[in-house]
Each structure stands twice: as structure tokens, then as C-alpha cells.
T-cell receptor
Framework: DSGVTQTPKHLITATGQRVTLRCSPR?????VYWYQQSLDQGLQFLIQYYNGEERAKGNILERFSAQQFPDLHSELNLSSLELGDSALYFC??????????????FGSGTRLTVV | GDSVTQMEGPVTLSEEAFLTINCTYTATGYPSLFWYVQYPGEGLQLLLKATKADDKGSNKGFEATYRKETTSFHLEKGSVQVSDSAVYFCALNPSGGYNKLIFGAGTRLAVHP
């Protein structure tokens, strides 16, 4: 157990629907990162939150949004889902939000299948 | 922009063989460099890291040396085991960046008895 908890582990939904993925960071970590892993795109950085505020944005679609709550858990909302959104979505956390040389702690991911 | 390039897989080896997985990067300044490993059905785990030129990261028999002159961070292991079968990702944290790791495409390693 890495200490980063992601729920649900698996999600199957239809095109056009909306889903919410949840992540609880490791105890004491202030930053949460969301990544999408697909076969053709590899690991793509989506967005980072630090202590409740958006810190960095990557290749996140406008149909996707995220937030980090006061208790530091984070949610990734995916709407108007398309078949191409099927992927593994990983959450990771780290102690810091600024410059650092530490690695992340990853959760085990949520596998989203859009049918 | 900053990027990481890894050798394409899959890499297939026999147990006790020598492993090298090549990784090169493009970045300004002095990024920190990492190797992560992903076992089947699991998330990524930090394997080793190096934060400045000529640093050697090591863990579980794996090693990688930060070579600024060749912008490389190749992963090596002297004798692989079946349990090392996994996908290996090279990554960098840009200098001055906000801990935003940039990953390579990953290299799948399969070790056979």
C-alpha cells in the first residue's frame, strides 16, 4: 500500500456520461497530480494541485476538471465522455508544491472504460 | 520543451542476464532524473533518482548515472530476475519547475527463467 488511495478501481460508463474519480493523498502530502495513461499516449500529465490551489496544468481537456478540497483529497471530473477517454487515470502525491527533487507516490489507478 | 526519450521495448532477457535500458533527455538547466517501475496491475513506484550531474542512483541492484555531457540516465542491472519483469519509466523534474514530472514512454521488460 503506497498510501495514496484512488477510488473506484474500475469504472465502465457510456459515451456522453460524466464520472468523478477520487484520490486521497499520502498523509502529510500537500500536492496532488493527475496523470492519464493510455496505450498510444503514454503517461500524460493532466493537472497539479497544491494545498487546495491549482499549481500546474498539462494536457487536460476542457471537458475535464479537477479540484482539491480542504482535507486535501482531490477529484477529477470527466464529462461528455468519448471512447478515446478510456485509459488508466493515476493520482500521485508529494510533500511539496514547489521546486524539489523528490519523487511522487502513486496510487494504483482507476481504469476507465467508455463504451 | 523538456522531454524524455527511452529505448523501445519490449526487452526480453533470460534470468541472470545484464540489463540496460537507455534514457536520454532534453531539458534546460539541471533537472532531477528518476526511474519508476510499474508492475502489472499496479501504480508506478519510484525505483531510483539522481539530482545532479555525475550522481549515481541505486536501488534493488539497479543503477543509473546522471550524465550531463550526454544528457543520459541509462538504467542498468547486472543480473535480472523473473520478478524484475515490469514496465520501466524514465522521468525528469525540470529545474525551476513545480515538481511536474515528465515521463518517457516506458520500456517493457520481460525476464524468462
Amino acid at each position: 500500500d503506497s498510501g495514496v488511495t484512488q477510488t473506484p478501481k474500475h469504472l465502465i460508463t457510456a459515451t456522453g456520461q460524466r464520472v468523478t474519480l477520487r484520490c486521497s493523498p499520502r498523509s502529510g502530502d500537500l500536492s496532488v497530480y493527475w496523470y492519464q495513461q493510455s496505450l498510444d499516449q503514454g503517461l500524460q500529465f493532466l493537472i497539479q494541485y497544491y494545498n487546495g490551489e491549482e499549481r500546474a496544468k498539462g494536457n487536460i481537456l476542457e471537458r475535464f476538471s479537477a479540484q482539491q478540497f480542504p482535507d486535501l483529497h482531490s477529484e477529477l471530473n470527466l464529462s461528455s465522455l468519448e471512447l478515446g477517454d478510456s485509459a488508466l487515470y493515476f493520482c500521485a502525491s508529494s510533500p511539496h508544491g514547489g521546486q524539489g527533487d523528490g519523487g511522487y507516490t502513486f496510487g494504483s489507478g482507476t481504469r476507465l472504460t467508455v463504451v | 520543451g523538456d522531454s524524455v526519450t527511452q529505448m523501445e521495448g519490449p526487452v526480453t532477457l533470460s534470468e541472470e542476464a545484464f540489463l540496460t535500458i537507455n534514457c536520454t533527455y532534453t531539458a534546460t538547466g539541471y533537472p532531477s532524473l528518476f526511474w519508476y517501475v510499474q508492475y502489472p496491475g499496479e501504480g508506478l513506484q519510484l525505483l531510483l533518482k539522481a539530482t545532479k550531474a555525475d550522481d549515481k542512483g541505486s536501488n534493488k541492484g539497479f543503477e543509473a548515472t546522471y550524465r550531463k555531457e550526454t544528457t543520459s540516465f541509462h538504467l542498468e542491472k547486472g543480473s535480472v530476475q523473473v520478478s524484475d519483469s515490469a514496465v520501466y519509466f524514465c522521468a525528469l523534474n525540470p529545474s525551476g519547475g513545480y515538481n511536474k514530472l515528465i515521463f518517457g514512454a516506458g520500456t517493457r521488460l520481460a525476464v524468462h527463467p
